[in-house]
């Protein structure tokens, strides 16, 4: 398991450590949030994805709420591959007691079997290679830098919660080499794992922006966004995190931030997942337009839930850091 070992080593080492444990009734809350704010993300620009904001304004008008259809004729609430994908990296952690590339190679493959409602590219082209070598390391490739690693990153980010940043940092390289072994890909996914850790923590969104948006835009300039709107973002991870900072950063509410991004259109069911679970660490279930909680399909509300908090338990079970009282 990758909390610590060879690949650990083979990553930049990472001064600081995670911020201590608030009020584990806050905690808690805010990991709630974060992984229901990604399934609602996720439904909500379904409905949209692969349309350009002229296309929404004039079929929709302003797409605000869980309607379903879309490309992928989806029933109200369904979700896609965003929040089904990281359902099953977080059973695989949870089963493993930590993150493990071979455990969560195996729970995307099992995923895949299941015949989802949509797949990537690169992760059906690196999954099937995995099934052909039994490797769980795809190959490091300059093309493999879209966005399915960081939308499933959530799991990684609850589980390793209060631990050495340097656990954060190879166990979310540790599940996005399984399919996406680039390093644009990588800084996206470590990146947004530490904010909704630093969310999770209740750190001021402005030290959040200067410490961990404005280190990736220093570490890769590629990733530099400012504030001229980032319209109809593609599957490329760079695309996606400008769309999804510019938006975070630039509204106040959950539902701004998800009413923004996925108007913007393009592929907005990532993009609405991704600001999503940052939403949600931010903000907490309390801002939460219950329309969209009651939208979403209850199962998936549920896992949704349940494994939240089983990660966040498997943190503190496992972290050296003292809990914080009840």
Known sequence: MFWSGELIARTAPVRRRAAPYPARSALLDRGIAAYSGLAIG????????????????????????????????????????????????????????????????????????????????????????????????????????????????????????????????????????????????????????????DFLAGRDPIEVERERAFKLVSDYPVFAYDKKRRENPSGFVVDTMQAVLQSFFATETFEDCLIDIVNRGGDADTTGAIAGMLAGARYGTGSIPRRWLKAVDEKISARCTEQATALLALGESVSSQPTAPM
């Open 42 to 197: 996720d439904a909500l620009g379904a409905t949209v994805e692969f349309l350009t904001p002229n296309e929404i304004r004039h079929q929709i008008g302003v797409h605000a709420d869980i309607t379903g259809g879309g490309w992928l004729r989806l029933k109200a609430g369904q979700v896609t591959d965003d929040t089904t994908m990281s359902l099953a990296l977080g059973e695989s952690i949870l089963a493993s007691g930590g993150v493990d590339a071979k455990a969560a190679a195996e729970a995307f493959d099992a995923w895949m079997r299941a015949k989802p409602v949509d797949i990537g590219n690169t992760v059906r082209r690196n999954l099937i290679s995995f099934r052909k070598t039994g490797h769980p390391e795809a190959a490091a490739s300059e093309h493999d830098a879209g966005n399915g690693a960081a939308m499933r990153v959530l799991p990684v980010a609850l589980a390793c919660y209060g631990k050495a940043a340097e656990l954060t940092v190879s166990a979310c390289r540790a599940q996005a080499h399984v399919t996406h072994h680039n390093a644009l890909s990588d800084a996206a996914c470590e990146t947004l794992a530490f904010m909704v850790q």
